[in-house]
Nanobody, 122 residues
Framework: QVEVVESGGGLVQSGGSLRLSCAAS????????MGWYRQAPGKQRELVAT?????????ADSVKGRFTISRVNAYAKDTVSLQMNNLKPEDTAVYYC??????????????WGQGTQVTVSS
């Protein structure tokens, strides 16, 4: 069992900044990848940024140079943050924390946070 808890989000003007945070914890649970996806009204959920336990990061082209993902690995609880700068109205969406993990040496599964709204006004 894993718990995924998000914080952050809100309303900001175009050009502004916001920071999202997510904490994932669970007993006998190894986390491979953590990150963020987003879903705008009428659109499919899309990748924003991810970070592996080894430190590799991946960004959507639309956020490169504006968003930065950071991850802290700790015993029984990993956290990932997304610093979003120079926000644009097209960044408006519900942002979901994503976790890929499972029992050590076992199968890995996707886990999702409850989602947090980010709204950027023009």
């Amino acid at each position: 069992q894993v718990e995924v808890v998000e914080s952050g989000g809100g309303l900001v003007q175009s050009g502004g900044s916001l920071r999202l945070s997510c904490a994932a914890s669970g007993s006998r649970f190894s986390i491979n990848t953590m990150g963020w996806y987003r879903q705008a009204p009428g659109k499919q959920r899309e990748l924003v940024a991810t970070a592996t336990r080894a430190g590799s990061t991946r960004y959507a082209d639309s956020v490169k140079g504006r968003f930065t993902i950071s991850r802290v690995n700790a015993y029984a609880k990993d956290t990932v943050s997304l610093q979003m700068n120079n926000l644009k109205p097209e960044d408006t969406a519900v942002y979901y924390c994503y976790v890929l993990g499972g029992p050590p040496g076992g199968n890995e599964y996707d886990y999702w946070g409850q989602g947090t709204q980010v709204t950027v006004s023009s």
